[in-house]
């Protein structure tokens, strides 16, 4: 009996080390001015090392964040940049209609190589503005991917404005019904779900729903796909 209570210990803890050996990739993460002063960025790069985190996807406000980790980056760390058309927190509630926002980004994608817009916050009828529209085409002409903090009728928007857009959905709409994301899902192929802050993932029924609704859409489990297509263009830069 003591060998058999051994050998399961054993086993458990092997699966435990496995499962701590797997490594991270932070889809949503941000290096705001705030984070920078409170985070510097050798303190950073511990707390990446140190919880396996071996990719991030980052946006930050101001954009030299990012620029910041990407310049850290390394064999053991990948970088993926993506612009954040904010210059302060107060661009949250107007980015969409001004202008000079426009001017920002177009100056952002002159200045450095980004994988992505966002991420931004857009709501409602909002999204419907049209410099959103100009962001969507241009974000599509350069092939871009938008990273969307949205709803479901901004999300749909996106995709009016421009179907050969590629959204990447914050939070996934938080709460938004697994039935309504899946459908979103199914509806257009370039949507990818990202599921930070949403609840329900883990436990419970809608955990058991989020895995039915992955399995119905197999091209998700295909992000090696993408890894070799980005990490190609990082080799270029």
């Not at 302060?88 to 980015?95: E, F, G, K, L, S």
């Not at 938080?174 to 199914?186: A, G, K």
């Not at 058991?208 to 980005?230: F, K, N, V």
Request: overall charge positive; hydrophobic content about 40%; some cysteine.
């Amino acid at each position: 009996m003591r060998h058999l209570i051994a050998l399961i210990l054993a086993s458990v803890l092997a699966i435990q080390a496995r499962a701590e050996e797997i490594p991270i990739f932070d889809a949503h993460l941000h290096y705001n001015a705030e984070a920078q002063n409170a985070y510097p960025l050798p303190q950073v790069l511990e707390l990446f090392r140190r919880n396996g985190v071996r990719g991030i996807l980052a946006n930050s406000r101001p954009n030299d964040g990012s620029w910041r980790l990407h310049g850290a980056r390394s064999e053991a760390l990948w970088v993926v940049p993506f612009m954040r058309p904010y210059r302060t927190r107060a661009d949250i509630q107007t980015w969409f209609r001004d202008p000079e926002v426009f001017a920002l980004i177009e100056s952002e994608l002159q200045r450095a190589r980004y994988f992505g817009i966002g991420e931004f916050h857009l709501h409602g009828h909002d999204a419907r503005h049209a410099q959103v529209k100009r962001i969507v085409d241009l974000a599509v002409a350069r092939d871009l991917w938008l990273h969307a903090h949205s709803d479901i009728e901004a999300v749909e928007a996106l995709y009016t404005h421009n179907r050969q857009a590629k959204v990447i959905w914050a939070h996934t709409g938080f709460s938004t019904p697994v039935d309504v994301v899946q459908r979103l899902l199914l509806q257009h192929p370039t949507l990818m779900a990202e599921l930070s802050y949403r609840s329900g993932i883990v436990e419970g029924d809608r955990a058991i729903e989020l895995r039915q609704c992955h399995s119905r859409r197999p091209r998700l489990r295909r992000g090696d796909i993408h890894h070799e297509a980005i990490d190609r263009r990082l080799r270029d830069r």
